[in-house]
Nanobody, 115 residues
Framework: QVQLVESGGGLVQPGGSLSLSCAAS????????MNWYRQVPGKHQELVAT???????LYGSFVRDRFTISRDNTKRTVSLQMNNLEPEDTAVYYC?????????WGQGMQVTVSS
């Protein structure tokens, strides 16, 4: 298991942008698949985006080209740039990797989209 520390998030108006960042303590960070999940109270957790060791990416269908996940292996960070945010994007966002045993999770960052 590795330590994942998130930063960013906060309050933004609809149509605005936010960036989340996650710093990992793993020595083998460059081979770890990294994910961003989100959760709204009372709803199932959703996979927002995944980035693989080769920079291949996957996104949840609700993203619709609004978000971009990226990684910097030198800094051992993974980021999520979120544009054109909607009130429905309001959730706690978690950094994660399933590449450790057990899976590793960040502490979660609140993102609130509201006017």
């Amino acid at each position: 298991q590795v330590q994942l520390v998130e930063s960013g998030g906060g309050l933004v108006q609809p149509g605005g942008s936010l960036s989340l960042s996650c710093a990992a303590s793993a020595d083998n960070f460059e081979i770890l698949p990294m994910n961003w999940y989100r959760q709204v109270p009372g709803k199932h957790q959703e996979l927002v985006a995944t980035i693989f060791f080769n920079n291949g990416t996957l996104y949840g269908s609700f993203v619709r080209d609004r978000f971009t996940i990226s990684r910097d292996n030198t800094k051992r960070t993974v980021s999520l740039q979120m544009n054109n945010l909607e009130p429905e994007d309001t959730a706690v966002y978690y950094c994660n990797t399933m590449g450790t045993v057990p899976p590793s999770w960040g502490q979660g960052m609140q993102v609130t989209v509201s006017s």
